[in-house]
Nanobody
Framework: QVQLVESGGGLVQAGGSLRLSCAAS????????MGWYRQAPGKQRELVAI????????KYLDSAKGRFTISRDNVNNTVYLQMNGLKPEDTGVYFC??????????WGKGTQVTVSS
C-alpha cells in the first residue's frame, strides 16, 4: 500500500505560478512511476506529467511542455510539480498518482488549482 498526500494548490491569476507537492508513504520502494493528473469539471481525468522513480525520465501533456516541471526527491519520497505561466484552462483538481509494479495505481485525494483570467 502507498499513501499519497498532496499540497500546494490554490487560486492564482493567469500567468502566475504554483508548486504542488505529493508526499508518499508506505511501500515507497515498490513505486515505479509517480505523476500528476488533473480533472476539470465535466471532463475526464488527464495525465499532466509523470516521472520514472528509477531513471528520472519524464513525460508531459503537450499543453504543459515548457511551462510545467515535474521533479522528485527520493530521499523524502516527494514529487513536485512546478507550474509556471498558468492559464485558466489549467484549472482543475490535481491528483497525485503512484504506480506500483507497473500495475497498481494509488491516488491522493487531490488539490484544487484555480486560475483566474
Amino acid at each position: 500500500q502507498v499513501q499519497l498526500v498532496e499540497s500546494g494548490g490554490g487560486l492564482v491569476q493567469a500567468g502566475g505560478s504554483l508548486r504542488l507537492s505529493c508526499a508518499a508513504s508506505g511501500s515507497t520502494d515498490r513505486i515505479n512511476t509517480m505523476g500528476w493528473y488533473r480533472q476539470a469539471p465535466g471532463k475526464q481525468r488527464e495525465l499532466v506529467a509523470i516521472i520514472n522513480s528509477g531513471n528520472g525520465a519524464t513525460k508531459y501533456l503537450d499543453s504543459a511542455k515548457g511551462r510545467f516541471t515535474i521533479s522528485r526527491d527520493n530521499v523524502n519520497n516527494t514529487v513536485y510539480l512546478q507550474m509556471n505561466g498558468l492559464k485558466p484552462e489549467d484549472t482543475g483538481v490535481y491528483f497525485c498518482n503512484a504506480r506500483v509494479v507497473y500495475t497498481f495505481d494509488f491516488w491522493g485525494k487531490g488539490t484544487q488549482v484555480t486560475v483566474s483570467s
